[in-house]
């Protein structure tokens, strides 16, 4: 079993940056990818960025140049930096980690709030 702690939401302006972090609680290995993705009230979750056990990013056009997914393997966590934020990037972000059907854990959420 695995733990993902997520946090570093919180209430920032329109334009400033948050980090959010999602820490495991144990070394993880077969790691396929991990993700973030964002939930907007009344709406679907939604992938946000991806980062592959090789090391591939990829993102949502609607963060690619804004947002930056990074994995610090010795401390087993996950980063997203999030810079230029928009109202419309407000929402509760969870962070999965995927190794196959049987290692799919998320984290609990972490609510990101942008003021205009």
């Known amino acids: 079993q695995v733990q993902l702690v997520e946090s570093g939401g919180g209430l920032v302006q329109a334009g400033n940056s948050l980090r959010l972090s999602c820490a495991a609680s144990r070394n993880i290995f077969n790691i396929i990818f991990i993700r973030w993705y964002c939930q907007a009230p009344g709406k679907q979750r939604e992938l946000v960025a991806t980062i592959t056990s090789a090391g591939i990013t990829g993102y949502a056009d609607s963060v690619k140049g804004r947002f930056t997914i990074s994995r610090d393997n010795a401390k087993n966590t996950v980063y997203l930096q999030m810079n230029s934020l928009k109202p419309e990037d407000t929402a509760v972000y969870y962070c999965?980690?995927?190794?196959?059907?049987?290692?799919?854990?998320w984290g609990q959420g972490t609510q990101v709030t942008v003021s205009s």
């Open positions: 999965r980690y995927f190794g196959g059907a049987s290692f799919d854990y």
